[in-house]
């Protein structure tokens, strides 16, 4: 045999049985059940780190508006204490700003003296329906400049000149009564107050309310806390055009009734008044006198032109020398 070579055939069958061995292999190897399966990642492993959770966003920046005057719209609590800013040095007078009417406009008091007796004129409620008023007060307030020693040693006397200046910027007729809220300043006031009260023999040619609720506007707000802030003596009121002077007080209040004649004994002015039956409610006399213990009166000029200049300026001297 040495020597000898297989024949081609028997080459070829064997070769081929050789291949049909490796496919068997291969299909074995593949297809093995008993192989353990490839490891595969969790779900929780196919990311390297969990999704970035949101963080909870930042507050939007906060811009702080620039600081201006209050609004005078903004409602105050009747009772705070309002500032009052010295805006005039070196003169026989200081002016106090108290507050703000609905539009904005300042709340301008006169100050003369240094006396421990206060004492208080208003003008103006009723705006520029009795612009005389105002333009009465501005005529006391001059000539108190002119000449400071009419006021005593003992005294300190303040000068509201208008307390509706809204009314007065408005008209001097019928429109400017009321404030730039359609209401009637004396009787906003919180004594007696009514929502809607007898109109009969009282000032009725336009709408006009009493506000929606006792101390509502902000004119009638800044005037009590001045008012809370002192302690008045005497107050004055003054307006036109209703045929004399109105004591104040709800019964009547003995030391009004008192400062009433004495003013009347030299005026002008009845005492007591002619009454035209209206219905005084939410009255500022009423509510300074029956609330506030101070002796008040309603003075009435005697038209809607002029300001009875000489007999208020004598009215003035007995005001500021009348004692309870």
Known sequence: MKGK???????????????????????FWIKNPFRAPPVLASVEETFTASPTSLAPAAPPTAYQLPTVTPNPRSTAIVGTTPTAVDLVQNTSDSLLIIGFSVEGRPLE????????????????IHGG????????????????????????????????????????????GYEGRANKNGVDLNHNFPYHWKENWNREGCWNHLPITAGAFPASEPETISLINFINLHQFDALISYHSA????????????????????????????????????????????????????????????????????GANLRILGIFLKWQK
């Open 5 to 27: 070579k297989l024949p081609p055939f028997l080459i070829i069958i064997w070769g081929l049985n050789l291949l049909g061995l490796i496919g068997v292999l291969i299909f």
């Open 109 to 124: 008091v006169h100050k003369f003296g240094t006396g421990a007796s206060e004492r208080l004129i208003i003008a103006g």
């Open 129 to 172: 329906y009795e612009w005389n008023t105002i333009a009465l007060a501005d005529e006391l307030i001059a000539e108190l400049n002119a000449h400071p020693e009419l006021v005593p040693a003992d005294v300190t006397l303040y000068i509201l000149r208008a307390l509706n200046p809204d009314g007065d910027a408005i008209s001097h």
């Open 242 to 309: 209703a045929l004399g002077i109105f004591a104040g007080g709800m019964p009547p209040f003995a030391p009004s009734i008192d400062l009433a004649k004495k003013l009347a004994n030299s005026s002008p002015y009845l005492y007591p008044p002619i009454e035209t039956g209206c219905e005084y409610s939410g009255n500022l006399t009423d509510w300074a006198s029956s609330v506030k213990g101070i002796p008040s009166v309603d003075i009435e000029l005697s038209n809607h032109r002029d300001t009875d200049f």
